[in-house]
T-cell receptor
């Protein structure tokens, strides 16, 4: 069965420090992979996505993620965190139906807190 | 582009009443819309997939008679929580997936969510 695991429930980093949020997935075929960010009481904003090609993908707000098939991982990184990055981050996997995306399976999320 | 709105953003209702939540794609046509439910400190759980002009496909364990979904047009889907009870209190989020010719067809765009509180 498809699943997404985000091992870290809550991470606290200092402003200006680097960040890596972990995501592991279980999927039988080539997945579509996504990272979304959710601010309190808000919907989800797409940070970046991976469908194929270059395994290092760049997203908005200075985020990037690397797809590692051998490790079934899609970790999110940012070299220097800003206080405004404090939010909940969700990794998701979607089915690849020949170019059309099916429904998404979400991880449980990682809450990021940023210390001044 | 690719903006999805939800209305209302918050609703409080009495137990036993019905509540309708609207999800609109503002600048693209969405052939498929999804409805998710998010519990506090939990992930999003897919409730149903809605295709324009056809019946919604519900996930296992979701009561179709309780959560009525209508996708009457390419820009509007509605979720009606019928005879709401306190256990239905949650954060409901919709997403829309563009059809061909619009925004990226391989991405879901999410609405801002609706906070439902049933007293």
């Amino acid at each position: 069965a498809q699943s997404v695991t985000q091992p870290d429930i809550h991470i606290t980093v200092s402003e200006g420090a680097s960040l890596e949020l972990r995501c592991n997935y279980s999927y039988g075929a080539t997945p579509y992979l996504f990272w979304y960010v959710q601010s309190p009481g808000q919907g989800l904003q797409l940070l970046l996505k991976y469908f194929s090609g270059d395994t290092l993908v760049q997203g908005i707000k200075g985020f990037e993620a690397e797809f590692k098939r051998s490790q079934s991982s899609f970790n999110l990184r940012k070299p220097s965190v800003h206080w405004s990055d404090a939010a909940e981050y969700f990794c998701a996997v979607g089915a690849n139906y020949g170019g059309s995306q099916g429904n998404l399976i979400f991880g449980k999320g990682t809450k990021l807190s940023v210390k001044p | 582009g690719a903006v999805v709105s939800q209305h209302p953003s918050r609703v409080i209702c009495k137990s036993g009443t019905s509540v309708k939540i609207e999800c609109r794609s503002l600048d693209f046509q969405a052939t498929t819309m999804f409805w998710y439910r998010q519990f506090p400190k939990k992930s999003l759980m897919l409730m149903a997939t809605s295709n324009e002009g056809s019946k919604a496909t519900y996930e296992q364990g979701v009561e179709k008679d309780k959560f009525l979904i209508n996708h009457a047009s390419l820009t509007l889907s509605t979720l009606t929580v019928t005879s709401a009870h306190p256990e239905d209190s949650s954060f409901y989020i919709c997403s829309a997936q563009p059809g061909a010719g619009g925004a990226s067809t391989d991405t879901q765009y999410f609405g801002p969510g609706t906070r439902l509180t049933v007293l």
